[in-house]
């Protein structure tokens, strides 16, 4: 290992075991995340260490006279720790690559203004919509949330993750532009996640365009950034819709996210 790695997991290690969760506030605050439920209780205890670090990386700001508890920020970090999860080695180095791009999340007590107008681009696609949102991405900025919607609710099959949602654009934005197509491994194939992901949502389109009901969120279909976002929802949330309805683009996202939500509760059900 080369000296200047480990003097960085030294000062990592050192500054995790004055900046843990304590562990009393953590089981409460998990307690509430049924999102956690597929995970062991090892697993549990690195999400642990890696929402520890988000805590200590990034600022969580109450606005419009909201207050946040202990537990909320715990729950908050911890629903970044999920989706970062198979992307960091939380024991020895969390690798916050993936995020350096936003520095702090908004959290509103509702939805909030966007304050912006509807805009359509050249293609017919929607660019902006003007009204009420629960969750916002700014390109060069942070994320803001509204609790209303993000806090800890029953898994069900209409996935609704809005921090998730957000940072999976915060996600696609890494490289410049917001298409839906984020980084991908040096093991993964661009050609394969492109059939996948245009494949499934031009699919989507169709049946909207025929007037058929689909579980998946219409939302998705507004371009393909939007497509990717609601995809990682359901990917979290809800897996075993995604996996029938869009099973290409669900393998796509157990490459990238390197999770498998189904094998997981598959192997937890057995123990």
């Not at 949602?165 to 996600?171: C, F, G, I, P, V």
């Not at 934005?173 to 499934?200: I, K, V």
């Not at 990682?232 to 869009?246: G, I, S, W």
């Amino acid at each position: 290992m080369r000296v200047t790695t480990r003097i960085r997991r030294f000062i990592f290690q050192r500054r995790l075991r004055k900046n843990k969760i304590p562990l009393k506030l953590w089981h409460q605050s998990i307690a509430q995340m049924p999102l956690l439920l597929r995970y062991s209780g090892r697993e549990k205890m690195q999400l642990r260490l890696l929402a520890s670090e988000v805590l200590w990386e990034k600022a969580i700001i109450p606005v419009k006279g909201f207050e946040l508890t202990d537990e909320m920020r715990v729950v908050i970090a911890t629903q970044v720790a999920v989706l970062l999860f198979g992307l960091a080695e939380p024991e020895t180095d969390p690798n916050l690559n993936w995020i350096h791009n936003w520095n702090q999340i908004l959290v509103y007590p509702t939805a909030f203004h966007n304050g912006r107008k509807t805009v359509f681009n050249a293609q017919g696609l929607l660019q902006s919509l003007a009204g009420l949102e629960s969750g916002e991405t700014q390109y060069q900025g942070g994320i803001i949330i509204d609790w209303a919607d993000d806090q800890p609710h029953p898994l069900r099959k209409h996935a609704n993750q809005v921090l998730l949602h957000e940072m999976a654009h915060k996600l696609d934005m890494l490289d410049g532009d917001t298409n839906g197509h984020p980084p991908l491994h040096s093991n993964m194939s661009h050609q394969a996640w492109f059939e996948a992901f245009e494949t499934s949502f031009e699919t989507l389109n169709r049946q909207l365009q025929q007037g058929k009901l689909t579980a998946f969120n219409p939302y998705a279909a507004t371009n393909p950034a939007e497509f990717f976002a609601v995809s990682t929802e359901y990917f979290f949330e809800a897996p075993q819709v995604l996996k029938r309805l869009f099973p290409k683009v669900y393998h796509q996202l157990t490459l990238f996210y390197r999770q498998d939500p189904l094998l997981r509760v598959r192997s937890l059900s057995k123990r």
